[in-house]
């Protein structure tokens, strides 16, 4: 993900030549040297309201690579606002994210389309993630013996995760820390 500052900041000069087209120039010959293969988009800031802290677009979504579009993005900004740099992260990283979640996702889908041990395993990884967000150092569990976590570790402790490795719930349960 590009980030490129619209902001007035960038009429400053160096060495006689403005911020903004020493950024356009570099940004132009970036995208000129990427990869077709390349996935790539362009969040803009600063550069269509004087005096807004919210000036953040997302002017080219992630996705395969468009360079006379970026190109034409890059060349079409005049500077003009505020630096709502951190909000233009963070637009940057959500956007990132959410191409990493669908990729995941489809992933996931095609996996567990595959055949009965593909859904298995794709069950205990959403089930292994949920307890890694859940579950943070120093927490104790208290697990019944049927539970799929519960499972999972004696598993571990027996060098195998296989069912019949595990003894039939008794209602017992088991403490567990992290």
Not at 28 to 54: F, M, N, Q, W
Not at 152 to 169: H, N, Q, V
Request: charged share 25%; with cysteine; net charge negative.
């Amino acid at each position: 993900m590009l980030i490129l500052d619209g902001s007035g900041s960038m009429w400053g000069q160096i060495e006689g030549v403005t911020k903004i087209e020493i950024a356009k120039q570099t940004l132009t010959s970036i995208i000129k040297d990427l990869p077709a293969s390349t996935r790539v988009g362009l969040i803009l800031y600063g550069h269509r309201e004087k005096g807004d802290c919210d000036d953040v677009e997302t002017a080219v979504a992630m996705g395969p690579i468009d360079r006379d579009d970026l190109a034409a993005r890059i060349s079409a900004v005049n500077p003009k606002g505020k630096t709502p740099i951190t909000r233009s992260i963070k637009r940057a990283v959500e956007e990132i994210r959410g191409v990493a979640d669908a990729a995941a996702a489809d992933i996931y889908a095609r996996a567990y389309n595959t055949g009965p041990r593909a859904v298995e395993f794709y069950e205990f990884t959403r089930t292994m993630q949920a307890y890694n967000d859940m579950i943070s150092k120093g927490t104790t569990l208290i697990l019944t013996t049927d539970s799929d976590i519960f499972k999972f570790l004696r598993g571990m402790e027996a060098g195998t995760t296989a069912e019949s490795d595990i003894p039939p719930d008794r209602g017992t349960s088991t403490v567990v820390e992290r």
